[in-house]
Nanobody
Framework: QVQLVESGGGLVQAGGSLRLSCAASGTIFSINRMGWYRQAPGKQRELVAS??????HYVDFVKGRFTISTDNAKNTVYLQMNSLKPEDTAVYYC??????????????WGQGTQVTVSS
């Protein structure tokens, strides 16, 4: 069983910064991708940033403001969020895609952490 535990959300003023962390534990054979999604009230969950061994991807609305990184030794992924805007307010979810020896692919989600940006 894989668990993703997120931390670092909170309330911040516009222009401020937050750093989200997501620690993965459990039986993980190989991590294909880790990433962050967000879901604002009344909206669908959307990708924010993702990272594989070869590539890093950001959606346009966070480019230049957010940075995704990992500590592979700790199976932890981070999201550094700078220059936050009120429209960044959402629940942020950690995502992990893992593969296993028999070819299984599993997708795991964290419980979500609230980020609120006041104007």
């Amino acid at each position: 069983q894989v668990q993703l535990v997120e931390s670092g959300g909170g309330l911040v003023q516009a222009g401020g910064s937050l750093r989200l962390s997501c620690a993965a534990s459990g039986t993980i054979f190989s991590i294909n991708r880790m990433g962050w999604y967000r879901q604002a009230p009344g909206k669908q969950r959307e990708l924010v940033a993702s990272l594989t061994a070869a590539t890093t991807h950001y959606v346009d609305f966070v480019k230049g403001r957010f940075t995704i990184s990992t500590d592979n030794a700790k199976n932890t992924v981070y999201l550094q969020m700078n220059s936050l805007k009120p429209e960044d307010t959402a629940v942020y979810y950690c995502n992990l895609v893992a593969s296993y020896p028999l070819g299984q692919i599993q997708v795991h989600w964290g419980q979500g952490t609230q980020v609120t940006v006041s104007s």
